[in-house]
């Protein structure tokens, strides 16, 4: 008994490292773009090149996660959280003293990187260290990301606003955290790893495949459709609600942003809940209340006033942001041999879609409006009927 709870005691100590490696990694990532204004100014850059700086960035971001997630899956790396930081620390030193668009390109690609590399792989490590408890385990993860998305605007406002580029490298205080909190799961997992190749076993959460090939297929279409519905509501959120309630209620800057953190915070409560309430009820379950909930509250949203509006976008962000742990850990259930592949396929597709969707919703802004742009996305959490047509998995 005493050893069971000094083995919880672990599970916990490394889930929450992983939590706050993912907060600094985030941290970090959101600096880029927080930073735009002062790139712009301080280079001379047009939107054009602050676009193709996006380009860049959101490749390496999203593309080469399911790649490094197989990689790490046929060579897993004890120390690959240090190899995510090194890539990131070298690209925020870049961002900070590039002197043309020419370095700076190498660097947000650099920043990139670092973000395929961490995720894939600490989102398997999270779930080989869950102790069965993956939705708990993911929850954790993932809400870790979502306060270090929320902190990065901050933060670039109180230092980098008023010092300039330069002060970036401050930033390079959070990049050694980031080593310190990633040592006591590099040293776990090594010894996860020395026992696995003891035992003769495979680092896998279940030893067979759920459904047929045919089967699995057709889910990871469902779970992909599924994905595309949520980060396209979330990205007219995410980019767009500021100026949304300054346009449509005439509030002030400030008060947009604090309107803005109130919605990123229920994102974060509501990933917190989502891992853990799966593991009770089943993914399938949460993934239909959470993405098709979201649609009450996203369809009355463009026909009511400011109060009304602010309670209803925490609930939207509440509501959607349960689903992806849910569809992550459904996902990794389908292939529980491929944990790092399937991270990496589906971190890197959600944050291609979201910068894809915030490209295309600007555009239709320019030429439509603000509000019929919201009004249009205001359906899209309807797609999570499809959800119905998920087969539901046998519990392990």
């Known amino acids: 008994m005493e050893s069971q709870g000094k083995n919880s005691s672990t599970m916990l100590r490394i889930l929450l490292c992983l939590g706050a490696s993912h907060l600094l990694n985030d941290l970090l ?20 090149e602050i676009g193709l700086i996006t380009l860049v960035y959101q490749i390496a971001a999203s593309v080469f996660q399911p790649v490094v997630g197989l990689f790490f899956d046929r060579h897993p790396m004890p120390n690959s959280l240090w190899v995510a930081t090194t890539f990131t620390t070298i690209g925020i030193i870049g961002l900070a003293i590039s002197p043309n668009i020419y370095w700076m390109l190498p660097s947000v690609f650099i920043i990139g990187v670092g973000s395929s590399t961490l995720h894939p792989e600490a989102s398997r ?44 490298l401050w930033f390079l205080l959070f990049a050694v955290l980031a080593y310190m909190v990633a040592r006591p799961v590099s040293q776990w997992f090594a010894d996860y790893l020395t026992r696995a190749k ?7 959460v279940s030893n067979e495949r759920p459904l047929s090939v045919g089967g699995t297929i057709w889910a990871l279409v469902v779970l992909t459709i599924l994905i595309f519905s949520k980060y396209i509501y979330m ?54 209340i959470s993405i098709l909930g979201t649609a009450p509250f996203s369809l009355f949203m463009p026909y009511v006033s400011l109060w009304p509006t602010i309670l209803l976008s925490f609930c939207a962000g509440f509501m959607l942001s349960s689903a992806f742990p ?16 399937i991270s990496g396929l ?7 879609v979201a910068g894809i969707a915030s490209a295309v919703l600007g555009q239709y802004i320019d030429i439509y409006g603000l509000k019929e742009v919201y009004d249009f996305c205001a359906y899209m959490p309807l797609l999570g009927l499809v959800a119905a047509l998920l087969p539901t998995l046998k519990k392990s």
């Open 29 to 48: 990532q959101a600096v880029l773009t927080a930073s735009y204004p002062v790139i712009k100014t301080e280079l001379g850059m047009s939107f054009a």
């Open 125 to 168: 490590i999270a779930s080989l260290a869950s102790g069965g408890k993956r939705g708990l385990a993911q929850a954790i993860f993932q809400v870790g990301g979502n306060i270090g998305s929320s902190l990065g605007p901050l933060l670039v406002a109180i230092i980098v606003a008023p010092n300039g580029r330069s002060s970036i």
């Open 198 to 204: 003891r035992d003769h076993i495979r680092m896998a």
């Open 235 to 288: 990205a007219s959120l995410t980019n767009y609600y500021t100026f949304y309630l300054i346009e449509q209620f005439g509030v002030s800057v400030q008060f947009s942003q604090i309107c803005l953190f109130t919605f990123l915070a229920a994102t974060a409560i509501g990933t917190f809940v989502g891992g853990p309430v799966g593991d009770k009820i089943g993914r399938k379950y949460v993934i239909w």
């Open 326 to 341: 849910a569809i992550l850990l459904y996902a990794q259930e389908l292939l529980p041999y491929r944990l790092g592949l």
């Open 346 to 352: 589906f971190y890197g597709f959600a944050f291609g």
